[in-house]
């Protein structure tokens, strides 16, 4: 081994990159043609295959070497085929099979320039470049090193062949390790220790996660992932889409996920829709809120209402969320012009025997039949309500026997509405009249239907189930509306301050 003494080799930098490249260059300082002195504390291994220096001008010259191998201070070493050193200009050249190595970091490539006065490491080929403390590795065609100095951050940026970056994630409370993120892109850049990027046709995969978007931002020290243009992530029955995407880690745990502008998140039991679409989890990664909110489309204009669609209730309003209150029930809330319509049948479309479909304490005049059944057309497709403020109240359905690792149920047990309040419901009689032998007033007590609830069907389907049947229609307004259900059913409703409505009856001799 030769020793070669001289200033010690800069170290510290998050990446060290520039640590390796300044020991090269210390290593390689020429003086005149036939002088061989070397500086940076480095031993030049004995298995060299030569050395030559050429002064192409007064004082100026280039140095050959032959099959590099340099051990350096804090357990740096470089090797390479061959290396050039061009003194004037301050570029050094590697060539074929580059490797920089110390104990924390790896970098390989087929070659390598560092421009020292520019403080610039190019390396091309097959790159790879780990953080061996870390688990980061990324994997490109290029890599463009950008050493930190007085007022300019460290910055890594990869490209080329479509580049692959692992990036590590934080071990568990548990002591557990994290899942790492693998995200490839057109181009993944790094800033220090703490900011990722990643640039055209992003893809991320996780163990419990896949995502997409035109471009990513990560920042590692907070655990914050954000997704931006045509973004989508799925995570088990979870799929959101939006232009921008957000998810935040902690402990590598997601704790929330956001669409907006607009978004649309989809879980196993909602979908939801809004500018802004929020869905919050707990330690255990179970849903716990989720908070849609209706805005302006920044670039369309077009004005987005918040929607949340249930097995068996649709819900819309300027701001919709949902909760689990202490008792163990479910509470969603939609505010501003809200209005919830039932899915399937009605309100009321499971089971039957309620003696008081009908609104409770209302009184509501009897109208003649109705003539013509587009007479209803869209104000009677399904039950519906309606007001500045509207609360769902669902309480949890016991695992079946048979099943008890079944997903967890809910069913709805009270809908209240407020201010400006409107409701509409259905109900289908007992017995129903046939041709002219019963008239509305000798229809038995209207009762909630009993066809189990249902996916929303189209107009022309909807038409379709009513065919042959008949219904009565309770139509209230009111200050305050409340509907109460037992057992997936109607069984009462209460109306405070300027009460009114209507009582449809079904025709005679004709569908409903």
């Not at 692959?164 to 994290?178: C, F, K, M, V, W």
């Not at 309606?386 to 048979?402: H, M, N, R, T, Y």
């Not at 047990?413 to 032998?437: F, K, V």
């Amino acid at each position: 081994m030769r020793r070669f003494t001289g200033s010690p080799v800069a170290t510290g930098h998050a990446w060290r990159l520039g640590a390796l490249a300044m020991a090269l260059i210390a290593s390689f300082t020429a003086l005149p043609a036939g002088a061989q002195q070397f500086a940076g504390g480095c031993d030049l291994s004995d298995d060299f295959r030569g050395i030559r220096s050429q002064e192409i001008s007064p004082g100026v010259s280039i140095v050959w070497i032959g099959l590099p191998d340099l051990r350096c201070p804090d357990g740096l070493r470089i090797r390479a085929d061959s290396a050039v050193i061009y003194e004037q200009t301050g570029r050094n050249e590697l060539i074929g099979n580059v490797r920089f190595t110390t104990p924390e970091r790896d970098l390989r490539s087929d070659v390598a320039d560092w421009f020292q006065r520019e403080g610039q490491l190019l390396a091309r080929g097959n790159v790879i470049f780990g953080d061996l403390t870390q688990g980061t590795e990324v994997r490109g065609e290029s890599l463009d090193y950008l050493e930190g100095r007085p007022g300019r951050e460290e910055q890594v940026t990869v490209s080329g062949g479509r580049p692959t970056a692992t990036l590590p994630a934080e071990t568990r409370p548990d002591g557990s390790p994290g899942v790492p993120f693998q995200v490839t892109a057109n181009r993944l850049r790094f800033q220090g220790e703490r900011f990722f990027w990643g640039d055209g046709e992003v893809e991320v995969e996780r163990e419990d996660l896949r995502a997409q978007a035109d471009s990513l931002i990560y920042d590692r020290e907070s655990e914050f992932l954000i997704l931006n243009r045509d973004a989508e992530v799925v995570r088990g029955d979870v799929l959101a889409r939006g232009q921008n995407l957000n998810l935040t880690f902690v402990d590598d745990q997601l704790r929330t996920l956001a669409a907006r502008n607009p978004g649309r998140i989809e879980t196993g039991e909602y979908s939801i829709r809004g500018m802004s679409v929020e869905v919050s989890l707990d330690e255990d990664e179970e849903l716990e809120t989720i908070l849609a909110e209706g805005g302006e489309d920044p670039e369309t204009g077009e004005a987005i209402i918040a929607t949340l669609e249930g097995e068996n209730l649709f819900l819309r309003g300027a701001r919709i969320h949902v909760a689990d209150a202490e008792d163990g029930r479910r509470l969603l809330t939609a505010t501003g012009a809200a209005r919830a319509e039932a899915l399937g049948e009605g309100f009321g479309a499971a089971g039957a025997g309620s003696d008081v479909p009908a609104p409770g304490d209302v009184q509501v005049p009897a109208l003649d039949p109705v003539e013509e059944e587009g007479d209803l057309a869209g104000l009677a497709d399904r039950d519906w309500i309606e007001g500045e403020e509207i609360i769902a109240l669902f309480e949890a359905l016991p695992a079946p026997e048979a099943d008890p690792d079944a997903a967890d149920g809910w069913r709805l047990i009270r809908l209240e509405s407020t201010t400006n309040a409107a409701a509409l419901y259905r109900t289908e009689p007992d017995e129903q009249p046939a041709g002219d032998d019963a008239t509305p007033s000798d229809a038995a007590p209207p009762e909630p239907d009993t066809v189990e609830a249902q996916a929303p069907a189209a107009p022309g389907d909807a038409a379709a189930a009513r065919a042959g049947r008949r219904f009565s229609i309770s139509y209230v307004l009111a200050n305050r509306i409340v509907i109460y259900l037992e057992d997936g059913e109607v069984s009462r409703l209460e109306a405070e301050g300027n009460v009114r409505g209507l009582q449809l009856e079904p025709r005679e001799g004709g569908a409903g």
